[in-house]
């Protein structure tokens, strides 16, 4: 099958040949095409591609008015819709949304066939993180996981017969032990839970620098609950 090349930027056109090199040494494929899920299995060409990014970005990139000129945007996004709107004229519905984002068709929009699936109007296979509830085999049942599902109307059907394939396991079961732990943690309002997410995460898992690096996160991210600011008594051990 020809790798799509729709409206894709050249870290997807990349990220979909790494799935079908992972698909053709493996046999499977584990993550879809998002940039978070390869870049859990490839992290060395992840991070390579993340630096590149953020080293043309900051070329541009001024403190002093990206505030503004993020509003400027949005305000004229909400002028063009104002001024279509305004107009006795017929939008244009079949130009492509990369030509056309007020109205432009869009091949890649997931949720309306999602709603449709949702209102019972059809069934729609779908991969998406849910409690494992017995989905996926060896993962407890309150395990946060992706995994392959139905949807119809409000019923969840698992794929029958799933499992987390070699040399995978290992990564994939740290990945959902830190979501799991994440979401408790959330649930909850514990700090020490929030300290045990953030160890479970699997990059850099217990190095020496993760402590600094949580430091540094908690101090932009001051406006969590301070339930959870507490996870920074624990992080040092």
């Given amino acids: 099958m020809q790798i799509t090349s729709y409206d894709c930027k050249e870290r997807i056109r990349e990220g979909l040949q790494k799935l079908v090199d992972i698909y053709r040494r493996f046999g499977t494929m584990v993550f879809s095409s998002e940039g978070d899920g390869m870049s859990h299995i490839l992290w060395s060409w992840g991070l390579e591609k993340q630096q590149q990014s953020l080293s043309r970005r900051l070329k541009?990139?001024?403190?002093?008015?990206?505030?503004?000129?993020?509003?400027?945007?949005?305000?004229?996004?909400?002028?063009?819709?104002?001024a279509v709107a305004?107009?006795?004229?017929?939008?244009?519905?079949?130009?492509?949304?990369?030509?056309?984002?007020?109205?432009?068709?869009?091949?890649?929009?997931?949720?309306?066939?999602?709603?449709r699936a949702l209102s019972g109007l059809e069934t729609m296979r779908i991969t998406a993180s849910h409690p494992n509830r017995g989905a996926v085999r060896d993962?407890?049942?309150?395990?946060?996981?992706?995994?392959?599902?139905?949807?119809?109307?409000?019923?969840?059907?698992?794929?029958?017969?799933?499992?987390?394939?070699?040399?995978?396991?290992?990564?994939?079961?740290?990945?959902?032990?830190?979501?799991?732990?994440?979401?408790?943690?959330?649930?909850?309002?514990?700090?020490?839970?929030?300290?045990?997410?953030?160890?479970?995460y699997p990059m850099n898992k217990f190095s020496a620098d993760r402590v600094p690096f949580f430091y540094r996160m908690f101090e932009i991210f001051s406006d969590l609950p301070p339930a959870l600011q507490q996870a920074k008594t624990y992080i040092q051990w």
């Fill in 60 to 82: 541009d990139f001024n403190p002093d008015t990206i505030a503004a000129d993020s509003l400027r945007r949005v305000e004229q996004k909400f002028a063009d819709f104002i």
């Fill in 139 to 200: 993962f407890p049942d309150n395990a946060a996981l992706e995994y392959t599902m139905d949807l119809n109307g409000k019923n969840i059907i698992p794929v029958e017969n799933q499992y987390i394939p070699s040399p995978f396991k290992g990564l994939i079961t740290s990945l959902s032990e830190h979501q799991t732990l994440m979401a408790d943690a959330i649930a909850q309002q514990d700090g020490r839970l929030f300290a045990d997410a953030l160890e479970a």
């Fill in 86 to 115: 305004a107009s006795s004229a017929e939008p244009d519905w079949n130009t492509p949304i990369a030509q056309n984002p007020l109205f432009g068709v869009d091949f890649s929009e997931i949720s309306v066939p999602i709603i």
